[in-house]
């Protein structure tokens, strides 16, 4: 599978624009640490997932900020960071 970065610029943005839409121009963490598959256990699905390890929203939410804001230089790891955020917005917000 192949997927255009355009493509998926568009799509997030009318992700984004349907939340809004419906009010939601915030979105509020209560809880802040969840699970995580080690990366390299993520893809072998035919396989109990082992090792686990914990992530923390807020950890994630600061470095974007801070690359955001030009503190830090964007890097790609990023989007993990944001995946984690845009999880826990998706599946809290059902809308």
């Given at each position: 599978m192949k997927i255009k970065i355009a493509e998926l610029r568009h799509v997030t943005n009318r992700l984004f624009d349907h939340?809004?839409?419906?009010g939601h121009l915030e979105v509020e963490f209560p809880e802040d640490f969840y699970w995580n598959?080690?990366?390299e256990r993520l893809y072998l699905v035919y396989e109990e997932p082992a090792d686990f390890t914990m992530g923390q929203l807020s950890d994630d939410w600061t470095e974007l900020q801070q690359m955001g804001s030009g503190q830090k230089s964007p890097v790609s790891y990023g989007l993990v960071w944001l995946s984690s955020l845009l999880r826990r917005i998706g599946s809290k917000i059902i809308a």
């Open positions: 939340l809004e839409q419906r598959i080690p990366e």
